[in-house]
């Protein structure tokens, strides 16, 4: 998948992350994607690593710093 030079997450994660700051659960989120609660924390986690974070909440504010992620 081509992406941006600026872009760092992929169209997924980016959809998983859009839904996680509107406040929906892990299941949630899977259920709107069609994908398992699994997949979904997996997309969290690689992006976790790719930002080199803690938790999902830094994730956030990170992305948001960053421009990638707007509430």
Do not use: Y
């Amino acid at each position: 998948m081509e992406r941006s030079p600026r872009q760092l997450l992929t169209k997924r994660e980016r959809e998983v992350f859009e839904l996680l700051v509107q406040d929906h659960t892990t299941k949630d989120i899977a259920n709107k994607l069609f994908i398992s609660e699994k997949t979904v924390r997996n997309h969290i986690s690689n992006t976790i690593q790719k930002l080199g974070v803690k938790g999902r909440s830094q994730a956030v504010i990170e992305l948001i710093r960053m421009g990638e992620l707007r509430i």
